[in-house]
């Protein structure tokens, strides 16, 4: 029987930015948003309701690409379902790129 393993990885942001279009003009998510997580810490993010929380995890999970700034996991780009990182939603939703037997 063999135990698998789970590889820890840095997580940087750079400069992030995430506009959206808003009805009186565009709304930044996330503005100048830079971190950097080391591998194997325990990060927690914490805040009201609208704050950026869940866009930044999109973001740091390759859900959702930032409008600017840079994104690394590992020292890499992330893509959603490349496997390097997972991401438990508050609400079960199904992901776009996985079957149906896969979701």
């Known amino acids: 029987m063999t135990r698998s393993t789970i590889t820890q990885r840095d997580v940087s942001l750079d400069s992030v930015r995430v506009r959206f279009a808003g009805r009186g003009g565009a709304i930044d998510a996330l503005s100048d948003c830079t971190l950097h997580v080391p591998a194997g810490s325990i ?28 994104v690394s996991v590992g020292g890499a780009q992330p893509r ?24």
């Open 43 to 70: 990060t927690v993010i914490i805040g009201p309701n609208g704050c950026g929380k869940s866009t930044l995890l999109r973001v740091i999970a390759g859900l959702l690409p930032p409008t600017s700034g840079s």
């Open 80 to 103: 959603a379902g490349d496997g390097r990182v997972a991401l438990a939603f508050q609400q079960p939703r199904l992901v776009p790129w996985r079957s149906t037997l896969e979701n």
